[in-house]
Every structure is written in structure tokens, then in C-alpha cells.
């Protein structure tokens, strides 16, 4: 009997030196959780390891070049349908029949003249009052109201030193400094004192640097083309 109570005292004493053991080896964890900082204290949130934490951050970044969108030069009324009435006078040209359709003939104050057309008209197959619109985006710099011969004239600048000049406009709906889009409407069509046989039309040239060039060579392409 007396074997039987020292065995139930020593399994208490072992039981409870167990127990202090195993309190000593929490506070111990804990106390290394705590003051390295790596560990949560709220144990609803993982905790993240040293490994984790010096993980590069991966932020990718598009370096796609932008390529812009080059605008193709439009013919300058707002419609399909359209004849050209006047050319670009060529002086090295050996046709004659193309010579004589690149010149105004016109009177002015009861005389006769003539004069190379420095660009191509335009008008409506049908002859109807169309939009005359912007052939390319730019920034209109001038605008000559009603020339004793040529009306009303538009000048828009362009990129890459290229203007566009729009001669006989009707109805204008832009002013000095106003920045269109190709598209955009800058008035209509009308009659011309240059070309009175030719109905509703528009007068488009061409420069370039300072130079005027033929518009029909200029129609369907880029600026950067040219």
C-alpha cells in the first residue's frame, strides 16, 4: 500500500514538472515571436517569413511603343461624288488639252485674264452645295474674307511644314486659330468668280516649305509619304 502512494506521488511530480516544462517552452516561443517581429499577433493573419518578406515586388510595365495613326489626305468636300473641273498647271507638261484645263480664264471689272491654277477644284457630280471639310487635322492660321477674285480663303497648317489652302469657302464655320480634324467642315461650296462656268465649287492647294505641289499627287497618302 505504502509502494502504491509513493508511485502516485512521484507520477504527480513528474506530471507537474511536465507541465512547467511545457509553460516555459511557450513564454519562450513566444517571447522570440515577439521581439523578431516576423510572426502576427493576431492569429487570424499567417504569419509571413523572413524569405517571404525579402521577395522582390514584380511590377510589370508596358513598354509597348504608342505608334501614332497617320492620317491619308482626303479630298476636301463631303462627298463621293465629285469631278475635278481645274488642274495643277504643269509648265513641263506636253499636253495641251491637260495645260488648258489648268488654267482660269475670268473676267474682272470688264476685262479678260488668265492665270495658272496653282491647284485642282473641285465639285458635286450633281452640282449641289456640299461641305467643304478639313483634308487633314491642323490649325487654321489665315483667313482672307471674300478676295476681290478668289473669295473666301482658308489656309490650315499641317504637319511637317504642310499647308492646305481652300479657295472660294462659303458659309465659314472656323476662325483664326481654331485646331479641326481631318473631316471636319469648314463651310460649303459656291460659285467662283474664277471658274464661273463650274458651278459649286472649291479651290484646294497644296505647299509645301514654301512650295506649291500638285494636290492629285498628294490625295490618298501621308504626310510622311510625301
Known sequence: MNK???????????????????????????????RTGSGSIDPD?????????LQPV??????????????????????????????????????ATALASSIFFFE???????HPSQGVSFTCEVDEVVGVIAPLSGTVSAIVDDDAVRGTMI?????????????????????????????DTLGVTGLSRLEPDAGNVVHLEVMQSGEFINPEQVIGRTVNDL
Do not use: C, M, R
Not at 506521488?9 to 513564454?27: E, N, R, W, Y
Not at 509597348?64 to 509648265?91: G, L, M, W, Y
Not at 489652302?165 to 473631316?183: E, F, H, K, P, R
Open 4 to 34: 502504491i502512494k509513493n508511485f502516485i506521488k512521484k507520477a504527480d511530480l513528474v506530471t507537474f514538472a511536465l507541465i512547467a516544462l511545457l509553460g516555459v517552452s511557450t513564454v519562450f516561443a513566444w517571447t522570440q515571436l515577439t
Open 155 to 183: 489656309t490650315i497648317d499641317h504637319e511637317e511644314g504642310l499647308q492646305t489652302i481652300l479657295t472660294g469657302v462659303y458659309d465659314v464655320a472656323v476662325s483664326v486659330g481654331s485646331t479641326v480634324n481631318q473631316g
Open 45 to 53: 493573419i499567417p504569419a509571413v517569413g523572413a524569405e517571404e518578406e
Open 58 to 95: 514584380f511590377n510589370p510595365i508596358d513598354d509597348t511603343p504608342v505608334v501614332a495613326v497617320q492620317e491619308t489626305f482626303i479630298v476636301p468636300i463631303d462627298t463621293t461624288h465629285f469631278n475635278i473641273t481645274t488642274t495643277f498647271f504643269d509648265e513641263t507638261s506636253e499636253d
Open 108 to 114: 474682272l471689272g470688264g476685262g479678260k485674264y488668265s
